[in-house]
């Protein structure tokens, strides 16, 4: 007959396997931690955005891939912001455009048929060319999740938000060297008019902006806001804003590290010197 161990021995290795897992758990968090943080800080100058306010539509979760993140909110089942960094001296060969694919960790499956016959296409806000020859093939793979798709319009997407993804990527970037870009959807302000307009379960947004900001001591910012219904051939200046007006518009905070004086002068005056955007503001895109 075999003898019982003594429950208190057994309750200590209980507690020591415990405490182990405990300490694996923490080290792996804060190893984890870590990572996610030089990543965020690579990807995002000045910190991740944040919000104004705290409200049920502000729940949003950070969705890290290669190359840019993107702020992805389960109930308006759209992306709130795309972040990234373009650089002039980096450059690889840019790969053939891949498929577009479902994100498994949005909570709404959002597939990539979602948007057929809805008289919307699938635009992109972190871009597909720019971020291929910047950060590499894996990064434009990444640019093909659903997760990183919002509804625009035909004329706004091939035409207009095209033209002015071509100006910053060809123009911007080597006049500057280094660009934070910052953009997403502006929604309705009627909210309940907005949670019911959807391409599938996806909230369609009245606008999009995209933030420009030369980082540095003294940066240097250029913003837009482009609506759904514009024609594709207007001139890039005519949707200059501030980002003041852009935080505005969407209730987040950009840029929340800036200390607040230099915060006031790069995200409250509309300052186009030295991007030389006259010169490229009615350039034809790729698809006229």
Request: no cysteine.
């Amino acid at each position: 007959m075999s003898r019982r161990r003594p429950l208190p021995s057994l309750w200590r290795r209980s507690l020591r396997r415990l405490g182990i897992a405990v300490l694996f758990a923490a080290v792996g968090s804060g190893l984890w931690y870590m990572e996610e943080r030089e990543v965020r800080e690579r990807l995002s100058w000045m910190g991740v955005p944040t919000w104004e306010r705290l409200t049920p539509l502000s729940l949003h979760r950070v969705l890290r891939n290669d190359g840019f993140l993107v702020g992805w909110s389960d109930v308006r089942v759209s992306a709130l912001w795309a972040s990234y960094v373009l650089r002039a001296d980096s450059a690889v060969d840019v790969g053939e455009r891949p498929g577009f694919r479902r994100d498994w960790r949005t909570l709404w499956p959002v597939t990539p048929d979602g948007y057929l016959r809805s008289g919307y296409d699938r635009g992109h806000l972190a871009p597909n060319y720019a971020i291929a020859l910047v950060h590499g093939p894996s990064a434009q793979y990444d640019t093909f999740l659903m997760s990183n798709m919002v509804p625009q319009r035909p004329d706004l997407n091939r035409r207009l938000w095209q033209r002015l993804e071509e100006v910053v990527i060809d123009r911007f970037v080597p006049r500057h060297g280094t660009l934070q870009v910052i953009d997403g959807p502006v929604f309705d302000a009627d909210v309940t008019r907005g949670m019911l307009r959807r391409v599938g379960l996806v909230e369609v947004p009245e606008a999009f902006y995209k933030i420009l900001v030369v980082p540095g001591e003294r940066p240097r910012a250029l913003a837009f806001v482009m609506p759904q219904e514009v024609r594709g051939d207007e001139p890039l200046d005519r949707f200059v804003v501030s980002i003041d007006r852009i935080e505005a518009l969407t209730g987040l905070d950009f840029f929340p590290n800036l200390p607040d004086t230099t915060e006031r002068v790069l995200e409250g005056r509309v300052n186009a010197a030295g991007w030389g955007l006259e010169a490229v503001a009615n350039l034809p895109g790729r698809f006229d």
